[in-house]
């Protein structure tokens, strides 16, 4: 399990990051062209964000935080309903992040920031 507020690493590949609950393996959600144009879709206890770029990016996991402060490209909000015992943000074919957010209704906000280096998408869960 990792520590909410902290930085972690995804290497994001096919354009896409993928917030879910149940248990530790993904879903397989699928993408229509209208959910390529919104820049998610929704699965299965799921929801996948479209990735900026593929390559390393850096994760921010926050539980009702506050806007980031940095410059934002991007900020797609969802409803996301959590009845487990963990959330687990991946991408395709890289490790798993688990986090322990408690169970209830949230709006599900992923916001992606493009630096020199890397992508920043930062992960919060406002409960509502």
């Given amino acids: 399990m990792n520590n909410l507020n ?12 993928t917030v879910y609950t149940g248990s530790e393996t993904p879903p397989v959600i699928d993408w229509t062209d209208d ?13 996948s964000f479209e990735g900026i770029n593929n390559g390393k990016a850096s994760i921010i996991v926050t ?13 797609i909000t969802v409803p996301f309903t959590h009845a487990s015992d963990q959330v ?9 992040l ?3 957010i408690p169970k209830g209704d949230y709006q599900l906000t ?14 919060n869960f406002k409960a509502v």
């Fill in 6 to 17: 902290q930085t972690y690493f995804l290497s994001i590949s096919y354009h896409q990051i």
């Fill in 35 to 47: 959910d390529i144009l919104q820049g998610f879709t929704t699965g299965d206890q799921g929801v």
């Fill in 63 to 75: 539980l009702n935080g506050d806007e980031p402060q940095v410059s934002i490209d991007r900020a």
């Fill in 88 to 96: 687990y943000i991946t991408s395709v074919m890289d490790q798993v």
């Fill in 98 to 100: 688990s986090f322990s």
């Fill in 110 to 123: 992923c916001s992606t920031s493009q630096q020199s280096d890397q992508d920043v998408y930062y992960i």
